[in-house]
């Protein structure tokens, strides 16, 4: 990490924990309960979602001195939305089954609170390689979160991790049963939330009276 | 530069530039990976073909497989007739619409297998599948659906195989009649025709499944019955 500077380790590494923007600002839960029955498609979006948020990231950080003020938020959506579709083509072209499994949920990356956030918090008023950190940082924030939902998900729910059965079946002979509750994305408020509590319990400046 | 960034002609200017610009990379990508996206379409269609008969295959062998397996796919008119034309890059929507019927035949295991396509519609979009019958264009030996985007966990389970297992063995001719298969509220019965459980908590998929059945494979009743006497 010598390359970096304090201030840029402190925006790359801000939003993986005391920052985060899952368990912290609680943006993007919506699709962060629906991907995650499975751990595969929870890689793919987290990958999916920090290429995209980096990058348009640094769109509207170098463009950020010409962008006219009255439609911002519109060139804001332009640059996502044409990522994002950038991102599903090429999903389609070489992850064709991970992309029928995130179904619509690729598409609605564009509506991901995470991405407006960053860009209008905080690509508009610095410069792109801050503006790049900032976007990786909090896209791995949200993949990391998205990872161990999925992980608990499908360990307990399918028995498997990546498609590959890990629950002996032995087990299985003993009367365990895979908990088909946790599939439901219900459940993935709840292994959210647990890990909500496992995080502030753990840093005590984020806790509320 | 010196520029009014708030004036009509700079917005309207700027945004006119954003919007060809993104059009042309957009384009461009769609163009460059098409080839791509286009062979793992007709993997994933032939996937599904080889599902209703059991065959497994992972979509880089399924070509392979299929080429194998399908001995022989064309089109049949609502008489019946086989008529021109190819069977497996036909859109099934307008094939139906013009009253033409693919059929892929199967050797599996040394017995002849008839293949049929299916079309209809769930609660949030389009469902597809195909159907296979044993050699007296009857009892179905496998069925395979898809849907573009029924409600993960409900609706959607209708592709796993759960499903589509509790189809084989069924007979879609009662009496020398076309009766199809019923897809009813799990627990419930129908008289006079076989019948299969649909999915709980998901009325509108199943019974837009029960009505696909019915509808796609009634275009095909003159041929399955044509050398059937």
């Known amino acids: ?209 | 530069m010196i520029m009014n960034r708030d004036s009509n002609i700079y917005t309207v200017v700027y945004a006119s530039v954003m919007v060809v610009l993104v059009a042309v990379v957009l384009a461009f990508t769609s163009q460059a990976l098409r080839g791509y996206q286009k062979k793992n379409e007709d993997n994933d269609k032939r996937q599904q073909i080889l599902r209703s008969i059991h065959v497994k295959a992972t979509a880089n062998e399924a070509e392979t497989r299929y080429n194998e397996v399908i001995k022989e796919a064309f089109l049949v008119n609502d008489k019946g007739e086989k008529i021109e034309g190819d069977a497996f890059s036909i859109n099934v929507v307008k094939a139906f619409a013009q009253h033409t019927y693919p059929v892929f035949i199967a050797n599996v295991e040394g017995k002849t297998k008839y293949i049929m396509a299916m079309q209809g519609a769930g609660l949030w979009g389009p469902l597809w599948g195909y159907i296979a019958v044993d050699d007296d264009r009857n009892t179905i030996f496998g069925a395979d659906f898809s849907h573009a985007g029924e409600t993960p966990g409900l609706g959607a389970e209708i592709s796993g195989a759960a499903f589509s297992s509790r189809f084989s063995g069924k007979k879609l001719f009662y009496d020398n009649t076309f009766k199809s298969v019923a897809v009813v509220k799990p627990g419930k019965s129908v008289a006079n025709r076989d019948y299969v459980d649909g999915i709980s908590g998901s009325t509108i998929t199943s019974k837009g499944v029960d009505k696909m059945i019915f509808d796609s494979l009634n275009g095909y009743v003159q041929f399955l019955t044509s050398q059937n006497q």
């Open chain 1, 1 to 209: 990490m010598g390359l970096l500077s304090s201030k840029s380790k402190e925006i790359l590494l801000g939003p993986l924990s005391k920052n985060n923007p899952v368990i912290v600002q609680m943006l993007g839960i919506c699709s962060a309960l629906a991907v995650t029955s499975k751990l595969e498609p929870s890689i793919v979006m987290g990958i999916s979602v920090t290429a995209v948020v980096a990058f348009a990231n640094v769109i509207i950080s170098l463009l950020r001195n010409t962008i006219p003020n009255r439609i911002r938020i519109i060139v804001q959506l332009v640059v996502v939305a044409a990522l994002v579709t950038i991102v599903s083509e090429v999903l389609k072209a070489f992850a064709y089954d991970v992309n029928k499994q995130l179904s619509v949920f690729v598409g609605l990356i564009i509506t991901n609170c995470i991405l407006m956030g960053r860009l209008e918090a905080f690509a508009l008023g610095n410069g792109p390689w801050a503006a790049f950190l900032d976007g990786i940082g909090n896209g791995v924030g949200y993949a990391v979160i998205l990872v161990i939902i999925g992980f608990f998900r499908e360990l307990l729910g399918s028995g498997t991790l990546l498609g590959l059965r890990v629950v002996p079946q032995a087990f299985y002979d003993f009367g365990y049963v895979n908990n088909g509750l946790i599939i439901l994305p219900p459940m993935a408020l709840i292994v959210v939330a647990v890990i909500i509590w496992v995080h502030r319990s753990r840093n005590k400046t984020l806790q509320e009276n």
